[in-house]
């Protein structure tokens, strides 16, 4: 018999028996429904957690350190972060780019307020990076500094007026407003030193305030967290020229000095940021960092381990699902045999008038795959609509109100592994009951009744 010939006595003797193949059906429907959402939500977690990791900060940025710069110990000078060790971890495998981050404690004050800020210089390609919500990124021209303020930077100012323990401590956010003037102290020693000069000391004159321009502004509220909301940012170049400019021979602050208590004519960094080309070379990157003796640290550690926890609670979903799979497998092994009861006598005369064995086998096999595929295609479908449910009712809570969060995810590859999961389940269900119609006795079948 030909292929056709197969798929029309497949499907014919189904539709004889409607009530029992849909209820067959339905019981494959149940476990690929059950199969496809349990996975998919698992899915959405991974997707979630990745999601999580990828707005805080940069999945292939690894951080460089090196904080002793303890110059009393031998060949301290050659542990040190310099603008040509910084460039050399460009020629490790797989590093697409390396550059310093200077970062200083600076006083910012604003009317009544004021505050301890970090202030970070990157170069100006590494701004690219940070997310913008509003205005733009340093030009990187003239010689002043121009700042990006992060979105939870407003947090860190206070009244210094308040002596009340209660209104110290308020978590009230300070009214500061970066479109406004804000002045900004390099020489913090020095700003309080002519503040309250030492007993039996002159009173010295305050360094000077600079009032420097906001370029633009991290995106996000007080209250969204991410790689840059706590610090400012400006262009490396001009911020080292700000600091030589202020402080001259004497020491930066931050900075070590040498053997002889003078100043480094270089600067030396204590943090530089290597970015890889893919997630998947993280960690062969971080290694060879750390087998030059620098401390790497990347947010790949977390992520594997997150994934690993996903990655559990996605199994023991799939597991739950499959159960309901398996006992739906029962129903069409059962659903078959009932059927070779029945055709006994059929079976008989088709063997009698020469039909291949195979055939017969091939025709109950393809009744079980065609029973999987029904109910897989079906389940399937109203698996994507309990997706959508979950996402339209579940996923907006858990959104902070300008994403919708993706709770359930139904990719292409599960859509395609459920439809043939359901079919090779129904095949594999019905092997037997086809064999035993294969080996079931000619003359026995046309005399049973």
Not at 221 to 238: F, H, P, Q, R, W
Not at 307 to 324: C, E, F, H, R
Not at 335 to 362: A, F, Q
Request: aromatic letters at 8%; hydrophobic letters at 40%.
């Amino acid at each position: 018999m030909t292929l056709r010939d197969l798929l029309g006595i497949s499907l014919g003797n189904l539709l004889r028996r409607r009530l029992r193949t849909f209820l067959t059906v339905l019981g494959v429907f149940i476990g690929t429904t059950s199969i496809v959402v349990m996975m998919s939500l698992g899915i959405g977690l991974n997707q979630f957690i990745m999601d999580q990791f990828s707005s805080e900060t940069s999945l292939t940025t690894i951080t460089v350190s090196n904080y002793d710069m303890d110059t009393s110990k031998k060949d301290a000078e050659k542990s040190f972060l310099t603008d040509s060790v910084v460039d050399g971890f460009t020629s490790i495998p797989h590093v697409t780019d390396a550059y310093p981050a200077l970062s200083c404690s600076v006083l910012m004050k604003q009317g009544l307020y004021e505050g301890y800020i970090s202030l970070v210089g990157i170069p100006i390609r590494a701004m690219r990076a940070i997310p913008l919500g509003e205005g733009k990124l340093p030009s990187g021209k003239g010689t002043g500094l121009e700042l990006v303020v992060g979105n939870m930077v407003p947090l860190n100012f206070y009244n210094p007026k308040n002596t009340h323990q209660e209104d110290y401590w308020s978590t009230d956010t300070a009214p500061v407003d970066f479109h406004e003037p804000v002045f900004t102290i390099f020489d913090t020693d020095a700003y309080y030193a002519a503040q309250n000069p030492a007993e039996g000391t002159e009173r010295t004159s305050p360094p000077k305030k600079y009032l420097l321009p906001v370029s633009g502004f991290v995106k996000g509220t007080i209250s969204d967290y991410n790689a840059y909301s706590y610090n400012v940012y400006c262009d490396l170049e001009k911020l080292e020229q700000q600091l030589r400019q202020i402080y001259g021979k004497r020491q930066i602050p931050g900075q070590p000095v040498n053997r002889k208590g003078k100043p480094y004519r270089y600067f030396i960094y204590s943090e530089c940021r290597v970015e890889v080309d893919d997630m998947d070379h993280v960690e062969e990157v971080q290694k060879a960092l750390q087998d030059l003796g620098y401390q790497a640290d990347s947010p790949m550690a977390w992520v594997k381990q997150s994934q690993k926890t996903s990655q559990m609670i996605q199994a023991v979903l799939g597991g739950i699902g499959a159960v309901s799979l398996l006992v739906a497998a029962i129903g069409i092994t059962n659903t078959m045999m009932m059927s070779i009861y029945e055709r006994t006598k059929e079976i008989g005369i088709m063997k009698v008038l020469g039909c291949d064995l195979r055939d017969i086998r091939r025709m109950f096999l393809m009744e079980a795959g065609m029973i999987g595929l029904m109910g897989g295609a079906a389940g399937l479908v109203f698996s994507w609509g309990v997706s959508a449910v979950l996402n339209r009712l579940l996923g907006t809570s858990l959104g902070d109100g300008t994403m919708t969060v993706r709770l359930s995810i139904i990719p292409l590859w599960l859509a395609g592994a459920a439809l043939a999961f359901a079919a090779l389940i129904g095949m594999a269900a019905g092997y037997f009951p086809a064999r035993r119609a294969m080996m079931l006795s000619p003359l026995a079948a046309i005399r049973n009744e």
